[in-house]
């Protein structure tokens, strides 16, 4: 089975960069019609759609959210890793990664990483 689990600080300090990394197994993130990405919930909000990389390393990511967000992949290790930059108290959430498909109908999350909190704080 395909399992994702975050790894980074639980702590960062304002206008820091946060950097998180997906570890995945059972599963390749170079294989087609997935996508790798980043979501995540501050306290008493909904989801936030972070961005995503695709099977070839092409990125797509939240407008909202481009000018402060950067995937990147590390084929050999099977990890792909979010970095927000100029982190704010407004950015305190969980943090999950995330496989999804992309079918005719729309896009579906096949598998959640268990998440990881993270305190944006001085």
């Known amino acids: 089975q395909v399992q994702l689990q975050e790894s980074g600080p639980g702590l960062v300090k304002p206008s820091q960069t946060l950097s998180l990394t997906c570890i995945v197994s059972?599963?390749?993130?170079?294989?087609?019609?997935?996508?790798w990405s980043w979501v995540r919930q501050p306290p008493g909000k909904g989801l936030e759609w972070m961005g995503s990389?695709?099977?070839?390393?092409?990125?797509y990511y939240n407008p909202s959210l481009k000018a402060r967000t950067s995937i990147s992949r590390d084929t050999s290790k099977n990890e792909f890793t979010l970095h927000l930059t100029s982190v704010t108290p407004e950015d305190t959430a969980v943090y999950y990664c995330?496989?999804?498909?992309?079918?005719?109908?729309?896009?579906?999350?096949?598998?959640w990483g268990q998440g990881t909190y993270v305190t944006v704080s001085s």
């Open positions: 990389i695709g099977q070839s390393g092409n990125t």
């Open positions: 995330a496989r999804d498909r992309d079918y005719a109908q729309g896009y579906v999350t096949l598998t």
């Open positions: 059972g599963g390749s993130i170079t294989a087609d019609y997935y996508y």
